[in-house]
């Protein structure tokens, strides 16, 4: 057998210093990056007031509340609570459609290859932003406000707040589609409507679709706490019990929210195969 | 130049066209079936969520006269002719919107450790045992579903008003949604240099350590990244419930009718986390390619 021959350290040393001694700078970097974020941690713990004995205590307390939620409970209160539940699921489907219906326009706007000029794209760009940086709390507050505390209020919360995000995500839908079919329409000598109309909304139709299904899934966790501020549906109810500790309902409430998502979580995820075959979601 | 067009004979052509017609129309029928399902869908959620179009319209000018108030100072003028009136509680502000940094940085730095000491357990290649990873699994998609705000009421009732029931909502949440991404990156991971650690005889800990976590580490710091971004708007509004942060003055501000301060403490917030998304971009892009950002 003949042996290997020994590599010449010193000289793959002397060759490629990097490789044997990684300079300081990149050796510290993580540790150091490791330090500043724990330094802002330790600072944040002793910032928001986090003392082990108030810690200790409130686990003891939460440990006690679990107790207390076994086993979930409605009392008597069972109808009222599947009225609130379909409340919740009527604001989630009404508000994601209404917000698919008015972003599609505006998305329109927002696309680079329907509007190239910058200056319309960009407003249009931040104004979908700063819509979208305000939370569904927050509008649902603002509309209740205009139109007064129900479910109504929690419909147009929806709606704005998911203007936002549904109207960035068709944009970016409308400009990775295919710029031949679009072409292929003008050639026919059809005007920009037609374009619009014939070459781009077949592509992108089955996409919006699915996001607007994965929406309306997304907003039935949305729409089940909007009422904790009174804009109806089940979080109303929930925030309700929690304040006058009823931690059966509480727990029964909170299940019937995991149960109700998931069924949408299923629903959904069925017509989305059928709307748009196997394909995976972007 | 003639160019041909070849065209059937008639009888062919007519079973052609009705063969057409038919799929066109069963097509057509679905479609019709489909939107006819979904429009009474509509009707029966407009019911239940007894929307009212009358009152829309009756109140629409409220929303928009909103709009005109929250932007007009007690004084009358527009806001933004005396930014010093508009803004002036930025100090204080400020210091809350300090605060809701805080939360979601802490809530997310303990939902990601959480999150990366039991994705091993959840991923399916990595998993000791099939029970502790349907346990885990079950777990981390409560913490997921329930919604962080109702996790922050109930931990207000537990442990006091104050940033901590924020925290530990934002945390729980995090450990939730950031578990399952972790577990999927792992599940996406090569395992021949699994197979190469365990070869020389490692526990099971170190391969993980070895063998694993060097391919996934860069996944999961943007991963966490891109979730501070999301605990950043979470926390905004976890004052709502008295857990903490800016939500708190918001809320007094919007129920007790100072529309200025509305205005002010909502551009604070939006200016705020387009800083923090222009961070966090540059920081994914920075940090891994323009790639990793997903």
Redesign the interface.
């Known amino acids: 057998m003949k042996e290997l021959e020994k590599p010449d350290t010193a000289a793959l040393r002397a060759k490629y210093p990097d490789a044997f001694e990684r300079p300081a700078a990149a050796r510290l970097a993580t540790p150091a990056m490791i330090a500043a ?1 724990l330094a ?2 330790i ?3 002793h ?4 003392e082990p004995a ?2 200790i205590a ?2 003891k ?2 440990g006690w ?1 679990t107790m207390m939620m076994i086993p979930p409970d409605p009392g008597t209160s069972l109808p009222l609570y599947l009225k609130a539940l ?2 919740t ?3 989630a ?2 508000g994601t ?1 209404l917000a698919a219906t008015l972003a599609l326009p505006v998305s329109l706007l927002a696309a680079r290859n329907i509007v190239p000029p910058n200056i319309i794209r960009f407003p249009v760009r931040r104004f979908l ?2 819509i979208r ?3 569904t ?2 509008w649902a ?3 209740i ?4 505390l ?3 209020a ?3 919360a929806i709606m704005v707040s998911d203007f936002g995000a549904l109207g960035k995500l068709f944009s970016e839908a409308i400009e990775a589609a295919d710029k031949k079919q679009v072409e292929g329409i003008r050639a026919s000598g059809g005007n920009a409507f037609h374009e619009i109309r014939f070459g781009l909304m077949p592509q992108v139709l089955p996409v919006i679709a699915g996001q607007v299904l994965y929406f309306i899934e997304s907003n039935t ?2 729409a ?2 909007i009422g ?2 009174g804009a ?1 549906g089940i979080g109303l109810q ?2 309700e019990q ?1 304040r006058v ?1 009823e931690w059966q309902k ?1 727990s029964f409430l ?1 299940l019937m ?2 149960v109700a ?2 069924a949408i979580d299923f629903i959904s995820g069925k017509l989305r195969f059928a709307i748009i075959g196997r394909r995976a979601v972007a | 130049m003639t160019i041909a067009v070849s065209i059937l004979p008639e009888q062919q052509l007519a079973a052609l066209n009705a063969a057409y017609r038919q799929a066109v129309a069963r097509k057509r029928l679905r479609l019709f079936a489909g939107a006819v399902v979904f429009i009474a ?2 009707i ?9 179009l009358r ?2 319209f009756a ?2 000018g ?2 928009v006269s ?1 709009f005109d108030r929250i932007l007009t100072l007690d004084s009358g003028q527009r806001v933004w002719t005396d930014p010093g009136e508009w803004l002036w509680g930025w100090y204080k502000w400020g210091k809350l919107l300090g ?1 809701t940094l ?2 979601s ?2 809530g997310t ?1 303990i939902g990601a450790v959480c999150a990366f000491c039991l994705n091993f357990f959840a991923a399916e290649n990595t998993s000791p045992a099939p029970w502790l990873r349907f346990t885990v699994r079950r777990l981390l998609e ?1 913490a997921r ?3 962080g ?2 996790f922050a ?3 207000v ?4 008003l ?3 029931a924020g ?1 530990l909502a934002i945390a729980i949440h995090s450990t939730g949604a950031l578990g399952k991404l972790f577990a999927e990156i792992v599940e996406n991971a090569d395992m021949k240099p699994v197979e190469g650690v365990r070869s020389t005889g490692a526990s099971w800990l170190s391969c993980m350590r070895f063998a694993v976590l060097p391919q996934v580490s860069a996944g999961y710091v943007s991963y966490a990244l891109l979730r501070f971004e999301i605990n950043v ?2 926390s ?2 976890m004052g ?2 008295g857990a ?1 942060g800016i939500g708190q003055e ?2 007094v501000a ?2 007790k ?1 100072y529309y200025s301060d509305v205005s002010a403490i ?1 551009l604070m ?2 200016l705020t ?2 800083v923090i998304d222009i961070t966090t971009g540059w920081l994914r892009a920075r940090l891994f390619g323009k790639d990793a950002r997903s």
């Open positions: 974020a802002v941690f600072f944040g713990l910032d928001l007031g986090f108030k810690f409130g686990l307390q939460l509340i379909g409340e699921l009527s604001i489907l009404l459609t932003d700063s940086g305000v939370d709390l927050i507050l603002v509309w406000n205009v139109v007064g129900g479910p109504f929690g419909v147009l966790r949305s089940s706490i904790i501020v109806g929930l925030a929690i500790l509480v909170v929210i995991l998502v998931a | 869908a509509l029966l959620a407009a019911i239940g969520a007894e929307v009212n009152t829309l109140y629409f409220n929303f909103y605060e805080l939360i940085y802490v730095l409560f579903t329930v919604p705000i109702v009421l109930i931990f009732m537990a442990f006091g104050g940033p901590m925290v708007r979470e905004s509004v709502f419930v903490g918001l809320v919007i129920r009718f909502l917030i939006v986390i387009f």
